[in-house]
């Protein structure tokens, strides 16, 4: 399996702060990698897949990148709606796996 | 606009067979690009793929769980559908179903119902 190893656990922000996510692969997994923000209670919504396209209607202030096995997400300036968790998923090959979330709280 | 919902029950003895159902609505489950998932989430705990499906009733599972899982689909109810044999206590977790966006991302998801298994 391929194992997602996603740094840090915890992020302490202020609203209006540049943040990044980075989440490592163990092995090659081409550009496919998906981004989650998950809310309490709430399923999952899709932010970002194959590394760096924008889904429909996320704000612009999310964005994606890659170099190698490690992929970055990264929030240009942190909205109060932005607190919440986070998941990285790669799709490369079965079985899917996640990383473990990073939940972003405000400091 | 696409949306999708788990039913089931919300309470299963230990040994026995966890069983859910993913009605989706707003569009066709039978559409060649879409393949249907389940996720689940154990309380407190990060996400772990369990299986997919794809209208033909072509099926990839999660090692970790093949020998219990069996995912299904009737396309005449648009519906698929997770049995989960044997259950014991670590399969205690929130349950989603999602769909498989073109590119292989999960782009709508089911709300989730919580599965208790306990005596």
């Known amino acids: 399996d391929i194992q997602m190893t996603q740094s840090p656990s915890t992020l302490s922000a202020s609203v209006g702060d540049r943040v990044s996510i980075t989440c490592r692969a163990s092995?090659?997994?081409?550009?496919?990698l998906a981004w989650y923000q998950q809310k309490p209670g709430k399923a999952p919504k899709l932010l970002i897949y194959?590394?760096?396209t924008l889904e429909s209607g996320v704000p612009s202030r999310f964005s994606g990148s890659e170099s190698g096995t490690e992929f970055t997400l990264t929030i240009s300036s942190l909205q109060p709606d932005d607190f919440a968790t986070y998941y990285c998923?790669?799709?490369?090959?079965?079985?899917?796996?996640f990383g473990q979330g990073t939940k972003l709280e405000i400091k | 606009q696409l949306q999708l919902q788990e039913s089931g029950p919300g309470l299963v003895k230990p040994s026995e067979t966890l069983s859910l159902t993913c009605t989706v609505s707003?569009?066709?489950?039978?559409?060649?690009?879409?393949?249907w998932g389940w996720i689940r989430q154990p309380p407190g705990k990060g996400l772990e793929w369990i299986g997919n499906?794809?209208?033909?009733?072509?099926?990839y599972y999660n090692p970790s769980l093949k020998s219990r899982v069996t995912i299904s689909v009737d396309t005449s109810k648009n519906q698929f559908s997770l049995k989960v044999n044997s259950v014991t206590a670590a399969d205690t977790a929130v349950y989603f179903c999602?769909?498989?966006?073109?590119?292989?991302?999960?782009?709508?998801w089911g709300q989730g119902t919580l599965v208790t298994v306990s005596s």
């Open positions: 999602a769909k498989m966006h073109s590119s292989g991302a999960f782009d709508s």
């Open positions: 707003g569009g066709s489950i039978s559409r060649s690009d879409y393949y």
């Open positions: 499906i794809y209208y033909s009733g072509s099926t």
């Open positions: 092995q090659s997994i081409s550009s496919w």
């Open positions: 194959k590394a760096s």
């Open positions: 998923q790669q799709y490369n090959s079965f079985p899917y796996t």
